[in-house]
């Protein structure tokens, strides 16, 4: 009998195949899994990035931690603080809209997010495109 398959992963690729071969389906939780194994907080390079209208921001802890994110622009000025709350251990993201804290939307270029959870502190770039 030929069987179909379709596959996705995490960054929102597909695939399929057709066959009438044998095949099992194994559980592979973690490979290829930038967060697998995480022993302090970890954030990930936004996606999409460059982006318009939207992106997103993942990132793992290995336990409870209070986070923040903030996005900065290219001169070191606060644009938005996207997350300052107690987040739960295992893997979270949050959605920047391209807007500001007061609401409007940001202009093109290029900004910066913080991600600090307990002692970690990283900074990642992002470019937004209209």
């Known amino acids: ?61 290995p336990m409870p931690e209070h986070v923040v994110i903030d996005i900065f622009s290219m001169d070191r000025r606060l644009v938005r603080r996207l997350l300052d709350e107690d987040c739960s251990a295992g893997v979270s993201q949050v959605t920047w809209d391209g807007r500001a804290d007061s609401g409007l939307g940001a202009a093109s270029g290029v900004y910066f997010y913080r991600f600090t959870a307990g002692d970690v502190t990283e900074a990642r770039r992002l470019v937004l495109t209209k």
């Open 1 to 61: 009998a030929l069987g179909r398959g379709t596959a996705h992963d995490g960054a929102g690729n597909t695939g399929d195949d057709a066959s009438d071969a044998v095949f099992a389906i194994e559980d592979l939780t973690g490979v290829d899994d930038p967060l697998a194994g995480i022993t302090r907080p970890t954030v990930l390079q936004n996606q999409p990035n460059p982006f318009n209208p939207n992106t997103v921001i993942a990132f793992a802890l």
